[in-house]
Nanobody
């Protein structure tokens, strides 16, 4: 059983940067594909980014490509989401997730989820 705890969410202004962290415990971190999703009020949860087990492969939603960077540190059992040039439409609860089988844009592919961290971007 893997436990995921996100942190780093905050209230920021448009144009600011923010780095989210997701600390994993209770499993072998390097054996999981990791992903970030987000959910804005009144909207469905949407894919943001995913990273392979080794960290060599990443994939992003078109809406964040070039703005966000996903990375992982196996020594710290942590996955990060660096978010740059934030806009009000990036406001959402951000969730990290772990998959035993493969990285995916589809939320049902992930086996474990964190509780989420709120990111609010003011204009």
């Amino acid at each position: 059983q893997v436990q995921l705890v996100e942190s780093g969410g905050a209230l920021v202004q448009a144009g600011d940067s923010l780095r989210l962290s997701c600390a994993a415990s209770g499993g072998t971190f390097s054996s999981y594909y990791m992903g970030w999703f987000r959910q804005a009020p009144g909207k469905e949860r949407e894919f943001v980014a995913t990273i392979s087990r080794s960290g060599d492969y990443t994939y992003y939603a078109d809406s964040v490509k070039g703005k966000f960077v996903i990375s992982r540190d196996s020594a710290k059992n942590t996955v990060y989401l660096q978010m740059n040039n934030l806009k009000p439409e990036d406001t959402a609860v951000y969730y990290c997730a772990a998959s035993r089988k493969y990285g995916s844009t589809w939320y049902s592919a992930y086996d474990y989820w964190g509780q989420g961290t709120q990111v609010t971007v003011s204009s």
